[in-house]
């Protein structure tokens, strides 16, 4: 089994930057793809963003640019820095893990945090 929390959300203006980070335990997560999804009111959780054990990135096109993800394989840590934020940006964000290959589905990835809310201000 593999535990995820993440930690970092809050309340930030528009413009305003927060950095999330999620801390897993249990198991090692080997080569496990982490993600980062997210699900604002009233909407489906969808995919943001998305690392390989080698580092090899993917972001969904309303965060390319703005979003970075990141992880470091021996402290078991994942982290994305939000960067320009927006009000649509406001929303649960939630870390995963998921086998290799793992890509946009939500639906490929076994383990989840709690989550962490994100607000953003106009």
């Known amino acids: 089994q593999v535990q995820l929390v993440e930690s970092g959300g809050g309340l930030v203006q528009a413009g305003g930057s927060l950095r999330l980070s999620c801390a897993a335990s249990g198991r090692t997560l080997g080569s496990s793809v982490m993600g980062w999804f997210r699900q604002a009111p009233g909407k489906e959780r969808e995919f943001v963003a998305r690392?390989?054990?080698?580092?090899?990135?993917y972001y969904a096109d309303s965060v390319k640019g703005r979003f970075i993800i990141s992880r470091d394989n021996v402290k078991k840590t994942g982290n994305l820095q939000m960067n320009s934020l927006k009000p649509d940006d406001t929303a649960v964000y939630y870390c995963?893990?998921?086998?290799?290959?793992?890509?946009?589905?939500?639906?490929?990835?076994?383990?989840w945090g709690q989550g962490t809310q994100v607000t953003v201000s106009s």
């Open positions: 995963a893990a998921g086998p290799v290959g793992s890509t946009l589905d939500q639906y490929e990835y076994n383990y």
């Open positions: 690392i390989t054990w080698t580092g090899t990135t």
